[in-house]
């Protein structure tokens, strides 16, 4: 049920994706590259969140397609500037060359640039039927956690630590914001857009929080177990940059069950809301444990 | 008189500046980047722009200075992410070094992130007292002028016009998307913000153009003419580049007199406003001709 919950809403994320970005025309370089980098076949994972909340709460799913297109340029032009040479320096991902490798280091960083930049026009002119107050509110909330306080944040902070040991601390702030952060966003704006009581936001929060760990918990894991075919990048590349994980510092056997704790913990945080209603919410935080990918 | 006007402003929005990044703390190699990028002596001519167009319909210039330096953040960001080596590999910028040189390549591309993400918070969240519909009009205006269909636009058509002959079609294009549209920008936030007729929003806009356009011919004029010292950079570096320029296709003689005749043009695009209004701005207007620097 869950595939099939996935694969519906990724299809309708795409054309989402494809129809915003099929309006840039020139030049040439800079939209097709916009396109290159987005539509690459991302799990939509981001976006189906926000959508996923938007249903809990009997909102029309539509109300969300701009703002979660946005959120997923902000994710993939992430992905574009940590490819780059200065960076982690990546020719493939997902087993498609890196946007710098297609059309250039210069290209790529002025493509990353245009994602992030437009993701705000396609939030503030695209968005239909959500206040306006409400969508000032996003637009700050969306600024907030892809920043310096967000997910730059935790890019920083995590190019720093390579080639040394970090604290637990250290780990923690790097997953909650480089990861966590774009986990959370589109789950707290889809309570925003649905006026989530506080006890419903709060418990949202958490869930959010919780998965966005194990997420990142799996994929150290995988980047130890995986299997390059399905991650569509180098197995053992942290290893290499001899970077603090979670099997680094508790060992794989430990991670694994510190991840079945996280996602327990996540699922119990939706205790408030009746079961049938976030049956794709659950199913998602288990999927996230087994996922090979 | 513009002299000190100029100065004025330039303390407050310079005020404003730090005051909008002194609240970033962590992590302190991104927050000092962002403060290093924008506090570099500029002169502030975006910010001012906007509240020159405040004054002129007698609002209050606090008004706009969150947006006003958010505009100048954006300005900085595309300075730091130009600098890059990838891109013009420029090692000072003001006689000070540029971002990648002074804390690293990596670190300056997050920086830029940075900057231009942190730009939007601080227009949805600092800006009081202008209503939720113009907040997200003005958003979506930032994003358009500094996105692919501005300011980037107008970068990748540069880069990409290096080491060949381009028509004067495609440097009018540049002219107005990587210099012009950040300069239309706050002119045209300001004549929102006051409400503006149609008449005085199209009579703004045409001077706005008038004034990006003679700016950058007088930087293609001074990049031959110039002296390092007062421009802070090195001179003959487009003939270097073998870009085409105004000078390039017309000579400098020509480029001059074109010069001339732009700012006039601008000027008078200011008739439908009494003199002793925007005094100030035809003052600006004759500056941008004969500044040498």
């Known amino acids: ?33 916009m396109r290159y980098s987005v539509l690459n076949g991302g799990k939509r994972l981001r976006p189906i969140l926000l959508l996923m909340v938007l249903e809990l709460f009997g909102k029309k799913i539509e109300l969300g397609l701009p703002i979660a297109v946005a959120i997923e340029m902000i994710h993939s032009y992430s ?5 780059l040479p200065a960076l982690d320096n990546d020719d493939y991902r997902r087993g498609k060359l890196t946007t710098h490798k297609k059309f250039g280091e210069a290209e790529a960083i002025l493509i990353g640039d245009a994602l992030l930049t437009h993701s705000f026009s396609v939030v503030a002119d695209e968005t239909r039927d959500i206040s306006s107050d409400k969508i000032v509110k996003i637009i700050g909330m969306i600024s907030r956690y892809a920043g310096i306080n967000g997910m730059i944040g935790g890019q920083i902070i995590d190019l720093e630590s390579e080639k040394k040991r970090v604290s637990l601390e250290t780990l923690k702030y790097i997953h909650e914001n480089k990861t966590g952060k774009l986990i959370k966003l589109p789950i707290e704006i889809g309570a925003i857009i649905s006026d989530a009581t506080d006890e419903e936001y709060k418990a949202l929060e958490k869930y959010a929080e919780g998965i966005g760990l194990a ?8 980047d130890i177990e995986g299997d390059f075919e399905k991650i569509g990048k180098p197995v053992g590349s942290d290893l290499e940059l001899e970077k603090t994980t979670y099997p680094s510092i508790f060992g794989v056997a430990k991670s694994k069950e510190i991840l079945k704790e996280v996602i327990s913990d996540a699922k119990k945080s939706l205790n408030i809301f009746p079961d049938e209603k976030v049956q794709v919410f659950l199913e998602l935080a288990d999927y996230i444990g087994i996922r090979d990918n």
């Not at 869950?2 to 800079?30: A, M």
């Not at 992905?79 to 490819?83: F, P, S, T, W, Y």
């Not at 997420?215 to 995988?222: N, V």
Request: net charge negative; no cysteine.
């Open 1 to 33: 049920m869950l595939k099939n919950y996935l694969k519906t809403k990724r299809e309708l994320v795409d054309l989402s994706i494809e129809y915003q970005l099929n309006k840039l025309k020139y030049p040439d370089i800079i939209a097709d590259g």
């Open 79 to 83: 992905l574009v500037h940590d490819d």
């Open 215 to 222: 997420f990142q918990i799996k994929d150290d894991i995988l």
